[in-house]
């Protein structure tokens, strides 16, 4: 199995921009379904990108979609998500997540339910 460290959060200004990292260890990083979720104090954890196994489909929420972007570096055995033009209402814990391969969780990519590692998050806090 994979094991997960998120890092990259802290504080910034509304506008500005952070890159999250998630350094995977365990196993390579091509092997799962990974992605980004959040959770704002009181809400529950919700779905913020995906990226396939295959490295070449990416899915956003639509509150980050053309803000954010998901990618892998399979060298480095690391995801990142590059988080722009920032808003308050981003200010969440963020959470990198590992699936192991299969058609429900690549058709549900959204669900949190379906990702089987987690690492332990990372705040990432918005200024206005």
């Known amino acids: 199995q994979v094991q997960l460290v998120e890092s990259g959060g802290g504080l910034v200004q509304a506008g500005g921009s952070v890159r999250l990292s998630c350094a995977a260890s365990?196993?390579?990083?091509?092997?799962?379904?990974m992605a980004w979720f959040r959770q704002a104090p009181g809400k529950e954890r919700e779905f913020v990108a995906s990226?396939?196994?295959?490295?070449?489909?990416?899915h956003y929420a639509g509150s980050v979609k053309a803000r954010y972007r998901i990618s892998r570096d399979d060298a480095k055995n690391m995801v990142y998500l590059q988080m722009n033009s920032l808003k308050p209402e981003d200010t969440a814990v963020y959470y990198c997540?590992?699936?192991?391969?299969?058609?429900?969780?690549?058709?549900?990519?959204?669900?949190?339910?379906?990702?089987?590692?987690w690492g332990q998050g990372t705040q990432v806090t918005v200024s206005s």
């Open positions: 997540a590992g699936s192991n391969p299969s058609i429900r969780a690549k058709e549900n990519y959204y669900r949190a339910s379906l990702y089987d590692y």
């Open positions: 365990g196993r390579p990083i091509d092997h799962y379904q």
């Open positions: 990226l396939s196994r295959s490295g070449v489909s990416t």
